[in-house]
């Protein structure tokens, strides 16, 4: 049975730098290479050995290898830079999927997510963002109810079985990726429409904003993808408290059923490892905002509490 602190490891999985000890950061950070924006001193994401070796890098970037640099350059200032910047990732990203050089990488789809701190408009795919270990950007929000006697239950969704990423995991009850050019709440109302047909209006007149998750995970066979990817993340949380009338329903192929779940059975599931481990995290972040986890019942309170909301590798505002 693992504990609430080993649930929040498990997301929060890239190790921490240590005043007396650094070899396991030192270890993990020493082989990645650093991924570049033009006219941005800063870095916005992390590529691994393996990812920079097999990519058909194109003409649009730039190799560094003794400071493990990936500089996607500046196109001609005739040009509209900005665009031709975002032309160049889809092509490079069209020519991995013409070579097939990473079969885990998902189809082409209109998603596209924006490079989080980035001074200009620019966005990635979905399915590639990981590639380039770029801060990913998601909504989630926990959906629950009261019983007559005021025990909270929640309204939990189990993923389809052909998920390709965490199948048959628990879930939140809301949850999808931000777009480029969306606001968190947005995301929120638009994904409680897909996901849980929830009405619009209801929505936006009840639910709660309750801050952020972040954490650093690397990525492993449950997430779909290339294994050991990077993967630093926030997500923008959110409540909502619904009527007992209010039953859920799976209303697409992603969700296999919804169930109404207990505290005790929410914590118990999370210890047995059924949820997602983003999912996890934030269900440990709404028992701690409620009161369910305290610093009297939990003796890793201050760490777990700590990790819930670590400070990211990379630039999360745009600094304009």
Not at 230 to 248: A, I, K, R, S, W
């Amino acid at each position: 049975m693992r504990t609430n602190l080993d649930i929040v490891k498990e997301c929060d999985n890239f190790p921490y730098p240590s005043l007396t000890n650094n070899t396991a950061y030192t270890k993990a950070i020493e082989p990645l290479w650093l991924f570049y924006l033009p006219d941005d001193p800063e870095p916005h994401g992390f590529l691994i050995q393996s990812v920079v070796d097999r990519m058909p890098w194109t003409p649009s970037f730039r190799l560094i290898p003794e400071s493990k640099e990936v500089h996607l350059l500046k196109p001609d200032e005739s040009q509209d830079w900005q665009a031709a910047c975002n032309k160049a990732i889809d092509e490079l990203l069209d020519l991995a999927r013409a070579q097939r050089v990473f079969p885990r990488l998902g189809k082409k789809r209109d998603e596209k997510f924006p490079i989080v701190g980035a001074k200009f408009d620019i966005a990635i795919e979905r399915s590639a963002m990981s590639l380039f270990g770029i801060v990913g950007q998601g909504a989630h929000m926990t959906v629950y109810t009261r019983t007559p006697s005021g025990e909270i239950k929640f309204w939990i969704p189990r993923r389809n079985a052909n998920k390709s990423t965490y199948p048959n995991m628990l879930d939140q009850a809301v949850a999808g990726g931000v777009a480029q050019g969306e606001t968190p709440l947005e995301c929120i109302v638009r994904e409680a429409g897909e996901e849980a047909a929830l009405d619009e209006e209801v929505v936006k007149r009840d639910v709660v904003a309750a801050g952020t998750v972040t954490w650093f995970n690397v990525s492993d066979e449950k997430a779909g993808g290339e294994v050991g990817l990077m993967n630093p993340g926030v997500l923008f949380v959110y409540d909502l408290e619904v009527g007992p009338e209010v039953v859920f329903k799976p209303v697409d192929d992603d969700i296999q059923s919804f169930h109404l779940m207990g505290v005790d059975e929410v914590r118990d599931a999370m210890s047995n490892g059924e949820f997602k481990p983003s999912c996890a995290a934030v269900m440990m972040d709404f028992l701690v905002r409620h009161g369910f986890i305290t610093a009297e019942n939990e003796e890793d309170y201050v760490e777990i509490v700590s990790r819930l909301h670590r400070k990211l590798p990379f630039r999360t505002s745009t600094g304009r």
